[in-house]
């Protein structure tokens, strides 16, 4: 069985930061994170934390679920 950090898992990050013309360093400098954090996250190699998913999210401008679609907000 692979853990969270080395399964590939469903992450549109990669593609709506191309199609928003958002580089991954911007990312990492906008929460306060390193460029070799984002990139497994992007890459789909690596679940962020919580509180980091959410940041990236903000710093995009898109819902968490749109980023990462089989993670949905509880009701």
Excluded at 35 to 46: E, T
Excluded at 49 to 69: L, Q, T
């Amino acid at each position: 069985m692979q853990s969270l950090k080395t399964a590939n898992v469903n992450c549109r990050l990669k593609l709506i930061l191309k199609e928003k013309g958002i580089t991954q360093e911007s990312v990492a400098e906008g929460i306060g994170a390193r460029i070799s954090q984002i990139n497994p996250i992007a890459n789909g190699k690596q679940l962020p934390r919580v509180d980091r998913a959410v940041k990236i999210a903000r710093f995009v401008g898109v819902p968490v679920e749109e980023i990462w679609p089989l993670w949905q907000p509880a009701a």
